[in-house]
């Protein structure tokens, strides 16, 4: 599968954006960077290029070097672009309850929970604290420990995100959770992690995932620069229908759509639900985005909310009991 990174040249910005005077801005907003934080054109040059040779090697690897690969790369980014991490700004704009307590409804009440890419395990403390017994897991190996409370119920692994059942038993965990972590996947890895994924739910286990919509995207780098397609680190962005059916493929027998409200709604009314009536409204919508041009399909994606069509895949796949 061709990632969309070479459609580009590596060598140059999209056209009309290298000496923009908003470029910084949109880059800072994209990763929620402190307005203080002397951000110039030319470091916003320098993580377009490193992103995008980054995609065009992971694309490449074989299969048995991924996990070394995706390490590598990731420790390459963020040691290459440090203010990713040291101009982060946006952590007292961060309400755990607004953010997470969905996931309460959604997964059940306390139990075994088993997170793919917890980064700091913001979800997962949140859960720990609501009595859920937590295994937060990172590709790379250094991370981890550091993030998570010593009381919070939350212990730390690593794996290669991957092939889980290499590094976990049969049915151990009553819910499996990503988000935002499947696009981040070799595009020929997801059905192994979603089979993975199956094995290690208990039978009646859900698989909770949520990734940016394709339709609303692209939600990588990418989007800085006004394209429609991404062509940094989100290697392949996906829609409802091709999801549920590698779910499918997987061994998943019920797939759901979960709906939460916008943040501005969530403020002042808790509403959230999964279904599959919702699924099938999904399914329709996208196929009647799909077929609209293109900046058509993504101005309207963007604004999906508008018609309950949410920016991103959000869906709760059980495994049959």
């Known amino acids: 599968m061709q990632n969309t990174a070479d459609t580009l040249p590596m060598d140059r910005l999209p056209a ?13 907003r994209k990763f929620h960077l402190s307005p203080t934080y002397p951000l110039t054109v030319e470091m916003v040059q320098r993580h377009w290029t490193l992103e995008r040779q980054l995609a065009r090697e992971l694309m490449e690897t074989k299969p048995e070097e991924r996990w070394d690969a995706f390490e590598k790369a990731y420790t390459t980014l963020y040691t290459s672009c440090p203010w990713l991490n040291e101009a982060e700004d946006d952590a007292h704009t961060r309400n755990d ?48 420990a550091s993030w998570i409370e010593q009381d919070s119920n939350v212990a730390w692994k690593n794996s290669d995100g991957v092939h889980l059942a290499q590094f976990e038993p049969a049915g151990r965990y009553d819910s499996v959770v990503s988000t935002h972590v499947v696009e981040h996947m070799h595009p020929d890895d997801v059905v192994t992690h979603m089979t993975n994924v199956h094995t290690i739910l208990k039978p009646g286990g859900k698989y909770v995932l949520s990734m940016p919509h394709k339709f609303a995207g692209p939600a990588d780098l990418s989007e800085v620069f006004g394209l429609h397609e991404p062509v940094c680190m989100h290697l392949r962005e996906y829609g409802w229908g091709e999801t549920a059916a590698m779910l499918r493929e997987a061994g998943f ?8 409200v916008p943040m501005v709604v969530r403020r002042h009314l808790n509403l959230h639900f999964a279904s599959r009536a919702y699924f099938g409204y999904m399914r329709v919508v996208e196929a009647f985005l799909g077929q609209l041009p293109l900046t058509l ?11 309950l069509f949410r920016p991103e895949v959000f869906l709760v796949a059980h495994k049959p009991r």
């Open 297 to 307: 399909n993504r101005k309207l994606g963007r604004i999906g909310q508008l018609y």
């Open 16 to 28: 009309g954006r290298r000496t923009d005077d908003a470029l910084v801005e949109r880059y800072r």
């Open 253 to 260: 027998d019920r797939v759901e759509a979960a709906y939460v």
């Open 97 to 144: 309850d607004l953010d997470f307590r969905h996931f309460l409804t959604l997964l059940g009440g306390p139990q075994d929970v088993y997170e793919v890419g917890s980064g700091k395990a913001r979800l997962l403390r949140y859960l720990a604290r609501h009595g859920y017994r937590c295994v937060a897991t990172e590709v790379t190996r250094e991370r981890g």
